[in-house]
Antibody, heavy 121, light 107 residues
Framework: EVQLVESGGGWVQPGESLRLSCAASGFTFSSYWMTWVRQAPGKGLEWVAAIRQDGSEKNYADSVKGRFTVSRDNARNSLYLQMNSLRAEDTAVYYC??????????????WGQGTLVIVSS | QLVLTQSPSASASLGVSVKLTCTLSSGHSSYAIAWHQQQPEKGPRYLMRVYSDGTFNKGDGIPDRFSGSSSGAERYLIISSLQSDDEADYYCQSWGSFGGGTKLTVL
């Protein structure tokens, strides 16, 4: 069974850092782009960052560029999101997802269950 | 810039069909999109990919009641024989863009 399990969420104060992890199983992790998506309380989905199979290409939303870093460890089947200089507006549930890039498009399937990050003083 | 537009809400009665719409911005009418379902207090679940020609590919385990279609820049999610647990938020997505989501209420 293909599975993604996020961890590392919690409560932090503005300006602090947090590192999220996503453990993948049930598929060849090193063969897929991976992505992070977040959802603020009561709001819609917002794409955050994506990373190529070998880590050689990374893309970020403008809202997190320069503060967040996506990385992966293919030997450990794990995806990471290092979040620095956190702001109140980063408060959200963070999901990791596997990307399916084919036919000129890109889907997110499957998704993890999410991990909650709260940034508040 | 790719923008996906969805109506904020929709409602339909148990047992009937409903059609949700996602509209692609100008210049992007050939793009395929994906539909995702998010039930209350749960993470999103991938439903299907819908192509510009109206063909669609569903995810694993998605019931036959769910289907997709297209017309021009519009992509549709059709849910037939509505059930109570179809009450959820439905998001369309293409690359790094999401629609705002449609909250479906089952009456």
């Amino acid at each position: 069974e293909v599975q993604l399990v996020e961890s590392g969420g919690g409560w932090v104060q503005p300006g602090e850092s947090l590192r999220l992890s996503c453990a993948a199983s049930g598929f060849t992790f090193s063969s897929y782009w991976m992505t992070w998506v977040r959802q603020a309380p009561g709001k819609g989905l917002e794409w955050v960052a994506a990373i190529r199979q070998d880590g050689s290409e990374k893309n970020y939303a403008d809202s997190v560029k320069g503060r967040f870093t996506v990385s992966r460890d293919n030997a450990r089947n794990s995806l990471y999101l290092q979040m620095n200089s956190l702001r109140a507006e980063d408060t959200a549930v963070y999901y990791c997802a596997r990307e399916s890039r084919s036919g000129g498009t890109c889907d997110f399937d499957p998704w993890g269950q999410g991990t909650l990050v709260i940034v508040s003083s | 810039q790719l923008v996906l537009t969805q109506s904020p809400s929709a409602s339909a009665s148990l047992g009937v069909s409903v059609k949700l719409t996602c509209t692609l911005s100008s210049g992007h009418s050939s793009y395929a999109i994906a539909w995702h379902q998010q039930q209350p207090e749960k993470g999103p679940r991938y439903l299907m990919r819908v192509y510009s020609d109206g063909t669609f590919n569903k995810g694993d385990g998605i019931p036959d009641r769910f289907s997709g279609s297209s017309s021009g820049a519009e992509r549709y999610l059709i849910i037939s024989s509505l059930q109570s647990d179809d009450e959820a938020d439905y998001y369309c997505q293409s690359w790094g863009s999401f629609g705002g989501g449609t909250k479906l209420t089952v009456l």
